[in-house]
């Protein structure tokens, strides 16, 4: 069937096919956008009213029961929620503040969103919510745009307390690299990394983190941040008679570079840095691209001291940043249970082997 088609057919569907998917994506943002509108105007009408008329609580829960009652089988207007739509409607508040209640009932509702409302599901906006303060609520909308969150990994970003790790990784970027991509590499990086997602002890060896964070690989990549590639695990060098082998190589797709990754179950000790210059002297020279930029170096540790790390780094001339990693979940624990506990796997293992035993009991 295909030797009867012109030749033009086959690009012609692949265009078309694009422009479904592009079509689809705008229709449902276009969604998105107006069910945020009409939270935002029932939040901004129930403000209003609250100020002119001393609406209290009792008065908004009748007002849930009301629509509820309504439209039976519509999700989104039980009173918790409404209640978040007035939250929504104070945390981006009209530009001009009305003081008396709209004539027109109809026009009470069709007020446009504020432009710095961002396009995000109506669940990451409650979960933005929980931040007070204005900037640091956009920073994180902006973020979420940008990585692609989901609701969980939002709040999870939120309670690691992101903004404050991003771009905090001691490095010689600003000395070994032009700006702004010097800025940019400099922002790829955190400090600490959590990798919650991890049952670790304290005794634990680096094939061990290695172990878990590939197992883990979308989470890893989740707390990498955006941009990152994964290329492979314990992936070869050969210099001169010797073979060497990185721990974890990635690409970042926004440098345009090899990034090396190794990984410490100790604290940072200076020899460390020339061992990475090392191995980034042998990835440009074998791997990297005429079209690539320098290849990046990343070494996590279990701790480090800033003074000892940036002596060793000073004289470096690859670009390399270190920074501390940490597992949140035995963090709180005595040092006699850590390591002890379950993992996920195991846990789901036992509850699936027990309710199997149930069914057949």
């Given at each position: 069937m295909s030797t009867d088609l012109p030749e033009g057919f086959r690009p012609f569907v692949e265009a078309l096919k694009a422009h479904i998917r592009e079509s689809q994506v705008?229709?449902?943002?276009?969604?998105?956008?107006?069910?945020?509108?009409?939270?935002?105007?029932?939040?901004?009408?129930?403000?209003?009213?609250?100020?002119?008329?001393?609406?209290?609580?009792?008065?908004?829960?009748h007002l849930a029961d009301e629509i509820q009652r309504a439209f039976p089988g519509v999700g989104g207007f039980s009173r918790p929620n409404i209640y978040r739509m007035r939250a929504f409607y104070l945390a981006y508040p009209a530009a001009e503040s009305a003081s008396a209640i709209v004539s027109q009932a109809v026009r009470q509702f069709a007020e446009p969103l504020p432009p710095e409302v961002p396009d995000l599901p109506w669940g990451h906006i409650v979960t933005l919510q929980r931040l007070k303060d204005p900037p640091l609520r956009q920073w994180y909308a902006r973020a979420a745009v940008e990585g692609g969150w989901s609701r969980a990994v939002l709040?999870?970003?939120?309670?690691?307390?992101?903004?404050?790790?991003?771009?905090?990784?001691?490095?010689?970027?600003?000395?070994?690299?032009?700006?702004?991509?010097?800025?940019?590499?400099?922002?790829?990086?955190?400090?600490?990394?959590?990798?919650?997602?991890?049952?670790?002890?304290?005794?634990?060896?680096?094939?061990?983190?290695?172990?878990?964070?590939?197992?883990?690989?979308?989470?890893?990549?989740?707390?990498?941040?955006?941009?990152?590639?994964?290329?492979?695990?314990?992936?070869?060098?050969?210099?001169?008679?010797?073979?060497?082998?990185?721990?974890?190589?990635?690409?970042?797709?926004?440098?345009?570079?090899?990034?090396?990754?190794?990984?410490?179950?100790?604290?940072?000790?200076?020899?460390?840095?020339g061992k990475m210059n090392f191995y980034l002297s042998a990835v440009d020279a074998q791997m990297r691209h005429p079209s690539d930029g320098p290849s990046l170096g990343v070494i996590l540790c279990r701790g480090r001291d800033r003074v000892v790390v940036e002596y060793a780094l000073r004289d470096v001339q690859k670009p390399i940043g270190v920074a501390e990693w940490e597992t949140r979940l035995v963090a709180s624990l005595p040092q006699e249970l850590e390591g002890a506990l379950p993992s996920v796997e195991q846990l789901e293992a036992e509850l699936g082997a027990a309710g199997a035993s149930e069914e057949n009991a």
């Open positions: 705008r229709a449902a943002l276009a969604v998105n956008r107006t069910l945020l509108t009409l939270y935002w105007n029932i939040g901004r009408a129930i403000t209003e009213r609250q100020e002119a008329e001393g609406w209290g609580a009792r008065v908004i829960d709040l999870a970003q939120i309670d690691t307390r992101l903004h404050e790790r991003e771009g905090a990784a001691i490095t010689n970027f600003a000395r070994t690299l032009p700006p702004p991509r010097s800025d940019l590499a400099q922002q790829s990086l955190k400090d600490p990394y959590v990798f919650d997602f991890l049952t670790l002890g304290r005794d634990a060896q680096e094939r061990d983190l290695e172990a878990g964070l590939v197992a883990h690989v979308e989470r890893f990549l989740m707390e990498l941040g955006v941009g990152f590639a994964f290329v492979g695990r314990q992936v070869h060098l050969q210099v001169g008679e010797q073979d060497f082998y990185l721990d974890l190589l990635f690409y970042h797709l926004k440098l345009r570079c090899f990034v090396v990754v190794e990984l410490k179950a100790v604290a940072f000790e200076p020899e460390f840095a």
